[in-house]
């Protein structure tokens, strides 16, 4: 039974951001009920955490009847706001008999892993290092006071200068993560050590979903956005980390993902929808753990540039050029209120966290060994280079080629400056960062290798979009 309530407490917010979501959707469009399903997962898992922070404000601490109470508001307003929504109707002629089997052995193997994972996650406990010395132990904490409490650094709480406060290796992350656990275990009215962690499997499943669906609206057909969806879940270091649950590092990869495709459709078919489902998804990236802002910033950037005319976003991409160019020049110092300060020698950015960015520490060896030696991504990295090399050849076929080219040499810039750090470099060396920081963005390398190989359909003739707007 409380297996099943566990399930429930993830399921609730989820069916409920679908309801609320209907109309961001064309359901006669193939994969489009498959893509609500998955951005219904993180929208729901969103909501959930905001009205828990929101019962915890009003002074009711984390409220179970609160919670449920506004989630059902919410689903029927969804209802109210969207009566007529037309919702499983058929999209596209039948595939043929070979399409047909391949999707059936792709659907069954995809499934088959899903459930392999399943077991891990529903029976056993919170296992990994950092998720319960950092990551748990603040949900559980959560579920035994039944309140949201701060928790601060070791020498704030020897010092009992915050009042009720606690403190654990992980003081100073984000709590969207244990706020899920908390409330699955609120709702089985008990903290169990593996079913706390049910959302990490259906958060899998809604990767699934998200892109099997996203992929056949931008063009793919169902064989071949089922295959980056089963390529995407078949990933070794993504499976880990759903069946090790505990870290935060899926969550970063699951709403990186999905805010990418969102990205991708709303700058193809310029639909103001798939405009909003980005920000909500990509607003929730600095919730989920610290190198969220830098997901962020990735994904708001291509975002900007894409959005403004060509004249504007060659004009901002030359200031930011003469911006580096001009501290590289003159060795900028500056100090920013209440952080610390800035300093910019021309070989390394120094950074009020201690931090120091762009020193020639070498990482290459660790980098090589974790993604072409090791079997931590089985051939994802030479398939993304295959993808590159032929790009030229097929711009013409492939609808933002630019885009998706950006964000990928974007994080291979930002990611492999960060991994060169004195302060990363380290843990790169030891592989303690190595594969959790890749999960963020490799699943989405992983999607552009995809559509880059696969694209079939000229962007002239692909089928037209709904007028934007809800």
């Not at 990490?200 to 295959?227: D, E, K, N, Y």
């Not at 880990?240 to 970063?252: C, E, M, R, S």
């Not at 403004?308 to 003159?330: F, H």
């Not at 711009?395 to 998706?404: D, Q, T, V, Y």
Request: proline share 6%; hydrophobic share 60%.
């Amino acid at each position: 039974m409380s297996l099943l309530l566990a399930m429930l407490a993830i399921v609730a917010p989820w069916a409920v951001a679908m309801t609320v979501t209907r109309r961001l959707w064309d359901f006669d469009r193939a994969g489009a009920v498959w893509a609500w399903a998955g951005y219904g997962f993180v929208l729901g898992m969103l909501l959930l955490t905001l009205l828990m922070r929101l019962s915890q404000g009003l002074g009711m601490g984390l409220s179970v009847t609160f919670v449920a109470s506004a989630l059902a508001v919410s689903a029927v307003a969804g209802l109210v706001l969207d009566r007529n929504g037309a919702l499983f109707a058929a999209a596209g002629g039948p595939p043929s008999r070979w399409t047909r089997l391949a999707i059936g052995l792709l659907l069954a193997w995809l499934v088959l892993r899903a459930g392999m994972l399943g077991w891990e996650v529903f029976w056993r406990p919170v296992y990994p290092w950092d998720a319960w010395i950092s990551w748990a132990v603040k949900a559980r904490t959560f579920f035994a006071e039944q309140a949201i409490v701060p928790f601060v650094s070791p020498a704030t709480w020897r010092e009992a200068s915050v009042p009720g406060a606690f403190t654990a290796h992980g003081f100073e992350y984000p709590i969207m993560v244990p706020l899920i656990q908390a409330w699955t275990a609120l709702v089985m009215g008990q903290w169990h050590e593996a079913w706390v962690n049910v959302a990490w499997w259906f958060a899998f499943v809604a990767l699934c979903m998200a892109i099997s669906g996203q992929l056949r609206l931008w063009g793919l057909g169902a064989g071949t956005s089922l295959l980056a969806a089963t390529l995407v879940g078949t990933l070794p270091m993504l499976d880990t980390h759903v069946a090790l649950a505990g870290y935060a590092d899926l969550w970063i990869g699951l709403y990186f993902t999905l805010a990418f495709l969102a990205l991708v459709r709303w700058q193809q078919d310029g639909d103001r929808r798939q405009m909003l489902l980005f920000l909500l998804v990509v607003v929730a990236l600095p919730m989920l753990k610290e190198p969220g802002m830098l997901s962020l910033a990735l994904l708001l950037l291509p975002a900007l540039l894409w959005s403004l005319s060509p004249r504007w976003a060659w004009a901002l991409v030359g200031t930011g050029v003469l911006a580096l160019v001009g501290g590289w020049a003159t060795q900028l110092r500056f100090e920013l209120p209440g952080l610390g300060m800035v300093a910019f020698d021309g070989a390394t950015l120094a950074l009020p966290n201690g931090w120091v960015i762009g020193a020639p520490e070498s990482v290459w060896r660790p980098l090589w060994r974790a993604t072409m030696v090791m079997d931590n991504w089985h051939l994802l990295v030479p398939l993304v280079a295959a993808a590159m090399v032929i790009v030229p050849w097929r711009m013409g076929r492939i609808p933002r080629a630019g885009l998706l080219l950006f964000v990928v040499a974007e994080t291979a810039v930002i990611y492999w400056t960060v991994f060169a750090s004195p302060a990363v470099a380290q843990h790169i060396h030891s592989m303690t960062v190595t594969n959790r920081a890749m999960l963020h963005f490799l699943p989405v390398w992983l999607l552009v290798a995809t559509m880059v190989l696969f694209v079939a359909t000229p962007p002239g003739e692909r089928e037209p979009a709904r007028a934007a707007g809800p």
